[in-house]
């Protein structure tokens, strides 16, 4: 199974201020994906990222407020710009390897 | 869209019982996942369905996915505190994502607290 680590795991941001939330894998893969859990909430698919290619953005989901960048097989970020305690949630990275799917330890972030 | 709807959403069971968790979907599942989850952290995998009718074992865990293919049963047995934890099913959106190449779906998930 695919090996994943997100950095930073934790973190607490001042409104209106950006952060860039690190996804890396230990073996190639094609798709990745980035989630957010609000508090208390269940997982949200935020967008899909191809290496090579734009992401794709779900419904409510804007690449002007989560920007992802997604420059070789084995790496993604995904930015939170413009923060507001609203963006407080824990972001989490995921990739598919054969029929299975694998997610990141999640990025836990706060705003203020 | 797909909703899934996990029951029940708090399970408090004593240590060494038996336990179920379901997941019900409003559309035809193509690719059921099943995850756990530790408070605050990632998720762990479990299992995967696919067929109507499959059943997946693995320790004291075992995952079916019923021949409508519109349910899924998560069953422990002999529970063990390192059960505790959250439960989530997850589902594939598109009939054509068996290969896992699609961000999937969530349910509520199932809070598993296992009494001593």
């Known amino acids: 199974s695919a090996v994943i680590s997100q950095k930073p795991s934790r973190d607490i941001c001042q409104r209106g201020t950006s952060l860039t939330i690190q996804c890396q894998v230990d073996?190639?893969?094609?798709?990745m994906f980035w989630y957010r859990q609000q508090p208390g909430q269940s997982l949200t698919l935020i967008a899909t990222?191809?290496?090579?290619?734009?992401?794709?953005?779900e419904s409510g989901f804007v690449i002007d407020k989560f920007p992802i960048s997604r420059p070789n097989l084995t790496f993604s970020t995904l930015t939170v710009s413009n923060m507001s305690p609203e963006d407080s949630s824990i972001y989490l990275c995921?990739?598919?390897?054969?029929?299975?799917?694998?997610f990141g330890p999640g990025t836990r972030l706060t705003v203020t | 869209s797909q909703e899934l709807e996990q029951s029940p959403q708090s399970l408090i069971v004593q240590e060494g019982k038996n336990l179920t968790i379901n997941c019900t979907s409003s559309k035809t599942l193509y690719g059921l996942y099943w995850y756990k989850q530790k408070y605050g952290e990632g998720l762990i995998f479990l299992m995967m369905?696919?067929?109507?009718?499959e059943e997946k074992s693995h320790e004291k865990i075992t995952a079916k996915l019923d021949e409508k293919k519109q349910q899924s049963s998560l069953h422990i047995t002999a529970s063990q505190p390192s059960h505790a934890g959250i439960y989530l099913c997850g589902a594939t959106r598109y009939r054509n994502s068996g290969g896992g190449a699609d961000g999937l779906t969530f349910g509520k998930g199932t809070h598993l607290i296992i009494q001593p």
């Open positions: 995921s990739v598919a390897q054969a029929r299975e799917q694998y």
């Open positions: 369905l696919q067929k109507g009718g």
């Open positions: 073996s190639q893969v094609t798709m």
């Open positions: 990222a191809n290496q090579g290619s734009e992401a794709t953005y």
